[in-house]
């Protein structure tokens, strides 16, 4: 019956639509906008001018090819392509008693602001992505500020995503659009989606759109995968480093009719065995992952009528740490050699399905679902679990002159999840062993219009949501945003709204099943739930003829119930009961980026996370959560441009790390400590070679576990990380891009 539920999980979806309109601004050679400047559809009458500021705005025409022809006396004119992904124009144009040609910039950093979303919304584009290894998605924000990618246990090696330095249960990721990662595949969710299949990435902080659903408390992080109309035709990447590693990827896109096709793989081989700070304990996971994908495109989501899309990933991955002479063959369940040994596959399929009526409304189905099997081995505690997630939005989109955008819906979401944990062993009496059944099923409905208003200068996005759980009752979820565009080149944005999820212990804090602590239910645990708020600016300048760019926000997150492993009030126990107190997030983040000569160019940022709940009185810092944080980079091209070099450094302040029977009852804190990366890239014709270096001063956390000379003691714990672990690491790789022209 497994097998065949998971062979028929079948999706429909709906594309989550962009604005159809495309946006420019006209100016001439010293950067004056022209007013009255002609932009035209080629081939058609449809066009506009633009206004006092140079502004225009054009809806989409239905005929496949789009070009727009900008015209203005005296100034040459010139006729050019528009991609649906390149809405925002800034076109400057060259006197005709000058040039011949007319320059179009629309080139983009690696990394930016999007200037057209209601919301604050950081891109990180492919460009960026290669500026390091990144191997899979947990490795793909080394520089980005916003994210943090962080170790939860160091004998797996297992990672999640922080914002605003809360844990990675309250961001939420989706794929393409779709929360895939939920349940039993967070913990490992992040790690199984390689780097080559990332298209772009799309962060937001604090309240986030309702349509995705209620769950991002802290932000959300949407990764869209290769994209069927412009991913090349084939592409192969092999990937070596220093311990040992390999990792081999490939896909390949086919079709030129309306049905498009793309197929690809994965595979992930371990590193060699270290123990370099000689406590028995593997520095690295022995990791083996094979995984498969496949994505189908009928149609052009632009045009009128039909389009869908349809995917499918299976992926399957074995996990093995610990002692250095643990087998899992044979030392399963030991009390005499410890190891972790993580085993499951999973199986995904999604479906986006839309129809356009006309330019001003759409209906759009979005369903995606997955199952998931997992048998884990914590020393002598086995926990087996599998899971069934389907998720499925009908929603209707109607455009109003332009000037109103309105979507509205319902959504439908299905978990089955059950967890079976035993022990072989029990000399500590832990109390926690039994069968975990979580079924949930949740219903709602939700509305949200975005108006544009004041001349385009002012953008406000009011959404609610009405959901009903059937294990923790119905929500009221509202959430407001509002844009002001003092003219092209700024912005100021605010945001509020609530944000609630459901609490999976053990599927979410998998850590707690390492340790050697009893787990403690001391009540029923209720749904989590926090109201976030913030405020940002963001600007682009020009500052002696180079671009750059400034932003500053600031963002806090409350809590009005929160569930927090409780490591503080007894050595031996985990407590896990509801928070209703004060429990506060405050985020400051600035960041500059400028181009100081030609192809090089530097940013810098800061991050200041205070992070605390109110402890009879007391402000109790949350663990492992440095304070102060700096990111550094710098990108430099040159040799024709075909040679990149780029660095990173990552300081991190000092962190508050929990008491424990062999550290002093007094507060403690980790020590500052930095990390500097570096890689130097070749583009030549179809290969891009690439070579680097991680953690170059070999800066590294000594003996991170707990208790690790007795780890079947009840003192030992493997959660207690705050900086690297592994050191140095030297990697070399290579892609062949075959391109579809």
Request: hydrophobic letters at 35%; aromatic letters at 14%.
């Amino acid at each position: 019956m497994k097998k065949l539920i998971n062979i028929s999980i079948f999706l429909l979806v709906a594309v989550f639509a962009q604005a159809q309109t495309v946006r420019g601004t006209i100016v001439n050679e010293s950067y004056e906008a022209l007013v009255g400047a002609s932009a035209v559809w080629a081939g058609t009458t449809d066009g506009t001018i633009s206004d006092i500021e140079g502004k225009f705005e054009l809806i989409f025409p239905d005929t496949e090819e789009r070009r727009l022809v900008i015209s203005y006396v005296g100034y040459q004119t010139d006729t050019f392509p528009i991609r649906s992904n390149n809405l925002d124009l800034f076109i400057q144009l060259n006197s005709s008693l000058l040039l011949d040609e007319v320059v179009v910039n629309e080139s983009r950093p690696g990394q930016y602001i999007s200037n057209t979303e209601g919301i604050k919304t950081e891109v990180i584009t492919e460009l960026e992505l290669k500026k390091e290894a990144c191997c899979d998605l947990a490795g793909c924000f080394n520089t980005n500020a916003s994210v943090e990618s962080a170790t939860t246990n160091i004998v797996t090696q297992t990672k999640e995503l922080r914002i605003l330095g809360l844990n990675g249960v309250y961001n939420q990721v989706l794929i393409d659009g779709m929360p895939l990662v939920h349940g039993l595949s967070y913990t490992y969710g992040i790690s199984s989606v390689p780097g080559p299949l990332v298209k772009n990435i799309f962060v937001s902080k604090g309240a986030n759109s309702v349509l995705q659903g209620w769950e991002s408390i802290s932000g959300q992080i949407n990764v869209i995968t290769q994209k069927l109309d412009d991913a090349p035709k084939l592409l192969v990447n092999i990937y070596g480093n220093s311990f040992g590693e390999t990792q081999y990827n490939t896909y390949h896109t086919f079709g030129k009719s309306k049905w498009k096709g793309f197929i690809g793989g994965h595979m992930a081989l371990p590193a060699q065995e270290f123990d370099r700070d000689e406590d028995n304990f593997l520095d690295l996971p022995k990791l083996n992952r094979y995984e498969l994908f496949n994505k189908w495109q009928y149609g052009n989501k632009n045009d009128k009528g039909f389009f869908a899309q349809f995917g499918a990933r299976w992926f399957d991955e074995k996990r093995v740490g610990g002692q250095v002479n643990y087998n899992p063959k044979t030392d399963e369940g030991s009390s005499t050699v410890y190891g972790q040994h993580i085993k499951f596959n999973q199986t995904e399929a999604s479906a986006k399905v839309a129809y356009k009526f006309s330019d001003r409304d759409r209906v759009m189905l979005l369903s995606s679902g997955q199952y998931h099997d997992q048998n884990s081995w914590f020393g002598w505690t086995n926990y087996d679990a599998h899971q069934y997630l389907f998720n499925s939005t009908l929603q209707y989109e109607l455009t109003y002159e332009n000037q109103s955008n309105l979507k509205i819906g319902g959504t439908y979401r299905y978990l089955d999840l059950v967890e079976d944990i035993r022990f072989v062993e029990n000399p500590l009496e832990l109390s926690y062993a039994g069968l975990y059944k979580n079924k949930e099923m949740t219903y709602g409905l939700f509305a949200e219009n975005t108006l544009y208003f004041g001349q385009d200068k002012f953008t406000l996005i009011n959404g609610v949501r009405l959901d009903h759980s059937t294990l923790y009752g119905t929500h009221f979820t509202p959430r407001s945003l509002l844009k002001y565009s003092p003219n092209d080149l700024s912005s100021i944005r605010a945001s509020v709204g609530l944000g609630w999820r459901s609490p999976h212990i053990f599927s979410n804090y998998v850590t707690l099943l390492a340790s050697q602590r009893d787990i403690v239910f001391v009540e029923q645990l209720d749904a989590e739930k926090a109201m976030n708020w913030g405020i940002n600016y963001t600007t682009s300048f020009d500052l002696v003829d180079r671009a750059g760019s400034f932003s500053a926000d600031y963002y806090q997150t409350r809590f009005q119930n929160q569930i927090f492993p409780d490591y503080h009030s007894s050595h031996t126990e985990v407590l896990l009961e509801n928070y209703r107190g004060k429990s506060v997030s405050n985020g400051i983040q600035v960041e500059v980026r400028y181009e100081v000569i030609k192809n090089v160019e530097l940013k810098s940022a800061y991050n200041y996370l205070e992070v605390y709940r109110m402890d009879e009185g007391q402000k109790m810092n949350l663990p492992f959560i440095p304070k102060h944080k700096f990111l550094q980079t710098v990108s430099y091209k040159f040799y024709k441009d075909q040679l990149h070099w780029n660095a990173s450094m990552q300081w991190y302040g000092k962190q508050y790390l929990p008491t424990h029977h062999s550290i002093s009852t007094t507060e403690n804190t980790s020590d500052a400590y930095a990390t500097i990366n570096t890689q130097i890239s070749l583009f030549k014709k179809r290969f891009e070679w690439y070579a680097g270096c991680e953690n170059i001063f070999d800066f590294r956390q000594e003996r991170p576990i707990i208790s690790w000379e007795d780890p079947f003691s009840p003192y030992f714990d493997t959660s207690s990380v705050w900086g690297p672990t592994k050191g140095r690491e030297f990697y070399i790789g290579m892609r062949f891009i075959l391109d579809t022209e």
